[in-house]
């Protein structure tokens, strides 16, 4: 779920000092991630909006994919082509383990601007669970842009997010600690917009994680398209 800026896939590291940590946590994390969230009814049924929406075979980035489950595997199960990435090598390994059918990749999603180092081509559409919140709030407008440029025009973008109004905070999380940010649901909207997205569709969803340490939290699913 880590996509924080800084490292690559070879395991070099240029880690800016406010982001450590936030990856070696998701790598103790573990399985454990999916145990604390065993139900994910509002990304299933993000995934099953892309699976209605999208042509046999497309490409799909899962960013931030963590282990894989439940995105990467359902949309490999419908037949897409999936990409995921996670800045955390302990997920990126879960992942091939648990959906060998797709590819994935141990970068950042500052790495994957089209045309640079690790340039993975365009997508007909973008998932981004519960990714983004892993960074500032100063560079979720930066991140939102490269999705825009990672999709083809017109291509889909499921995201989700934790509504709060709060900005790199500290918080504990299944015995580690991590940053996170997050927005209000109109202030999303605006962010999201601004980056040349177009809403179609919001849900939301009352959530308490099975982990004590995690508290209860409103869950955002916005389905969006990109404007061309």
């Known amino acids: ?18 982001r450590e940590g936030q990856a070696e946590a998701f790598d103790a994390i573990g399985d ?9 009814e509002g990304q299933l049924a993000a995934g099953e909006w892309l699976i209605r929406s999208l042509p046999g075979g497309s490409r799909v980035l899962d960013l931030g994919c963590g282990t894989g489950l439940p ?22 390994a879960l992942a091939r383990k648990y959906v060998p059918d797709a590819t994935f990749h141990r970068l950042d999603i500052a790495d994957l601007e089209p045309g640079g180092p690790h340039d993975l081509g365009r997508f007909d ?17 930066l991140a939102l842009h490269t999705i825009h440029d990672l999709l083809v025009p017109g291509g889909l973008f499921a995201l989700a997010m934790v509504e709060a109004d709060v900005d790199y905070f500290t918080m504990p999380f299944l015995g580690n600690t991590i940053r996170v940010s997050g927005y209000l649901r109109e202030d999303l909207r605006t962010v999201i917009e601004a980056a040349d997205f177009g809403v179609v569709e919001e849900t939301s969803y009352t959530y308490a994680p099975s982990i004590s340490d995690v508290p ?6 916005l389905r969006c398209r990109r404007r061309d």
């Open 1 to 18: 779920m880590e996509t924080g800026y800084g490292s690559d896939e070879t395991g070099g590291e240029d880690v800016r000092p406010d």
């Open 32 to 40: 454990r991630y999916d145990e604390a969230f065993p139900f994910k």
């Open 71 to 92: 995105t990467a595997r359902q949309l490999v199960d419908a037949g897409c082509e999936v990409v995921g990435v996670d800045l955390s090598r302990g997920m990126v």
């Open 125 to 141: 559409a973008v998932a981004a669970f519960f990714s983004l919140l892993m960074l500032p709030r100063a560079e979720i407008p």
């Open 216 to 221: 209860p939290e409103e869950q955002l699913f």
